[in-house]
């Protein structure tokens, strides 16, 4: 193995920027691709074996490109392109930081952060109903609804609704105080938290009373007909078949929909179908409609959460394989 030195010019404005706090970008590099990074005026130099030397050439190339168009580099973002590089994967940050969706009431842009969020995004602009399949933190919900917003600002739909089933997530409430609206906020409250963040409360309150943004839940989508809107339905995994069949047949002309959930996070009563995976089988091959899967490597919180989502699925594959192994020795 060969040794292999070389020097990147990294602007002096930027420096603190890709090194993270602490350098902890730069230690995260350096564990990665087993190199070694040495600072050095207005720039690094970036010393071991050629092939990793070469990655991490490309690494900072990217993250300077970010930087430049005034992006903080955070763990999420190196993680992702330290990922995209050892998979071998086609595209990169910058291209996916190109397509800004929408700015949120402090100026912040709304950009997908992944290659499986960019497709997800794209996926909506083209397709009537949209699943967005995936892991809590994956940004299913906060892209659909910016993405509703954005269509509402430009008069491409005349109204947004928001929908999920109420349905307490593994714990039983009791009865809770106050009007129907009073009971129904809490499990709605996701939804209210992106609308306030992207659109401004002020907004959302003027736009709620003239009936133009619609919270609800589920059941109250029986028996209507839902023309020229912009549909979110979240937690679709917590469906019924029958209520997955009447939400999807309330769609009418000029309007698209966004359906969004986690099948691994089901808190329907033991043996009960969930309605999102009967729709997924039933849909599959029917046109205008696509289907998204995003995975742990499109979660976008805390880079913890993405190793926790990575740790239950790795659990839940093996415990189904054991599952399997002993329903196998008992049938024969």
Do not use: W
């Not at 949209?130 to 910016?146: E, H, R």
């Not at 992207?198 to 309150?205: N, P, R, V, W």
């Not at 019924?240 to 359906?259: D, E, N, Y």
């Amino acid at each position: 193995m060969s040794l292999n030195e070389t020097r990147i010019d990294i602007p002096a404005e930027h420096v603190s920027n890709i090194f993270g706090q602490f350098d902890h970008n730069i230690k995260l590099i350096e564990r990665t691709l087993n190199v070694t990074v040495v600072p050095r005026n207005e720039g690094i130099k970036v010393i071991g074996d050629t092939a990793n030397v070469e990655g991490a050439c490309k690494v900072f190339a990217e993250l300077l490109q970010l930087a430049e168009r005034g992006n903080m580099i955070d763990e999420q973002k190196v993680a992702y392109t330290l990922s995209l590089l050892g998979e071998h994967k086609e595209g990169s940050l910058v291209e996916i930081d190109k397509d800004c969706i929408c700015h949120t009431i402090n100026g912040k842009p709304v950009k997908p952060k992944t290659l499986g969020q960019k497709a997800y995004v794209d996926a909506i602009r083209k397709q009537m109903i949209v699943f967005g399949i995936g892991p809590a933190g994956t940004g299913k919900t906060y892209l659909a609804m910016a993405m509703a917003i954005t269509a509402f600002k430009n008069e491409e739909v005349n109204r947004i609704i928001l929908t999920r089933p109420a349905i307490e997530a593994g714990e039983k409430l009791g009865f809770l105080p106050g009007d129907l609206q009073s009971k129904v906020d809490p499990y709605l409250r996701p939804l209210y938290d992106a609308l306030y963040q992207i659109m401004g409360a002020e907004s959302f309150q003027r736009n709620m009373e003239k009936g133009l943004i619609e919270v609800a839940p589920l059941a109250y989508m029986r028996g209507r007909t839902l023309d020229n809107a912009f549909i979110i339905l979240d937690e679709a995994q917590n469906t019924t078949p029958a209520q997955m069949k009447m939400f999807l047949t309330r769609i009418g002309f000029g309007s698209k929909v966004v359906v969004t959930g986690d099948a691994t996070q089901k808190d329907l009563a033991p043996g009960t179908k969930s309605g999102l995976d009967v729709a997924l089988r039933v849909l599959r091959n029917v046109d205008e409609i696509s289907v998204c899967k995003l995975t742990s490597a499109d979660v976008v919180r805390h880079p913890l959460v993405q190793k926790i989502v990575k740790a239950y699925d790795d659990y839940e594959s093996k415990a189904n394989k054991r599952t399997k192994r002993v329903t196998k020795n008992e049938g024969r």
